[in-house]
């Protein structure tokens, strides 16, 4: 592989974060979240941050609950341990413990259904009431988290830079909505490894160095990396590949058939399924967006409308055509950042 293709698959994992792996690995359980806006060129890309607010094309369909608000014959994702001291664990499985009862809920706005549901829970592991205010305390905390970086998920970037000081700023907005310690429990690892591959493409991006010394820089780099990384980010590599392929099947107008053929040979069946799934979910969704256009134009270009009445039937037509609430808040950050559909 020469320079320049390294260099652009270098960009093009930038680009997919950790995002890309994800959608071809066996242990799928939500989209990325947060997601930073990244503009490069003409290319929209997304810092992913595995954490958890609604999905960009979908939400994660969970069973409902019984009425009696206890999880029954429902597998919980993550978990609440205690260390050998009785000390709260502060780690992924944690954070996934509330992202799924999160998930569970439907929508974080709905505190005390999610309350009820999480104390109902913690009193059936049988933890220690301090433990379990902890957890609730966190919780509280977590979901201030997410209001917050939703908020940052619209925010546009040109650059390296730009994404390594959005980065920061997700870094900060962690600390201080959940501590030192619970945010580095919570995305530690996950940070690391973006900041090794932000530092992975300013190596690349930088001309003054010589293939050799560039090749000595990114081995340095990759040292920093737990070795389950290493291998992560090589496979993300032939992912990354193989989208490339896929693109240029499509600009060539090949059949669907061909572009299956191709994946299937790449990732499997499964994984083939899966990203059949997701082109379904963004066609619909970019089919939908481009309704919502056409006739917020024609709201847009009527006349005798009073700037109330017009925003009084703009938001009745988000509301008919975007049935979510997570679907509203992502189309009014897209309007927001002047690039509805894109």
Known sequence: ?????????????????????????????SAPDSLAVVRAGQ?????????????????????????????KDIEVDGQVRLDMNGNLVLDRQLRRYLDFFIGLTGDASQYEPLKARLISE???????????????????????????????????????????QALALLQ?????????????????EEERRLQVMLDRQSILNDRSLTDSERERALAQLDQLLPEHSVELRRRS?????TAMQ?????????????????????????ATARLEHLDQQRNQWQSRVSQYQQQKALIDTSDGLAPADRQAAVEAL????????????????LERSAGVGS
């Open 122 to 164: 913690l009193k059936a592991q049988d933890l220690p009431p301090e433990i379990q205010q902890q957890v609730l305390a966190i919780l509280d905390d977590y979901l201030a988290y997410r209001g917050a970086a939703e908020a940052m998920a619209s925010n546009q970037h040109h650059s390296i830079e730009d994404v390594r």
């Open 43 to 71: 290319q929209q890309v997304v810092l992913a941050d595995l954490s958890g607010p609604a999905p960009v094309s979908g939400d994660v369909n969970h069973p409902d609950l019984p009425r009696d608000e206890r999880v």
């Open 1 to 29: 592989m020469n320079r320049k293709r390294s260099a652009v698959i270098a960009g093009l994992l930038l680009m997919l974060g950790v995002a890309g792996w994800w959608l071809v690995t066996d242990s799928i359980t």
């Open 318 to 333: 988000q509301e008919r055509i975007f049935t979510e609430d997570h679907e509203r808040r992502r189309i009014r950050a």
């Open 237 to 241: 590599t032939a992912v990354v590949e």
């Open 172 to 188: 900060d907005l962690r600390r201080e909505h959940l501590g030192q310690d619970v945010a580095e429990g919570f995305f530690g």
């Open 246 to 270: 896929v693109q240029q099947l499509r600009e060539r107008g090949v059949s669907e058939a061909e572009v299956r053929k191709l994946r299937l040979q790449a990732y499997g069946a499964e």
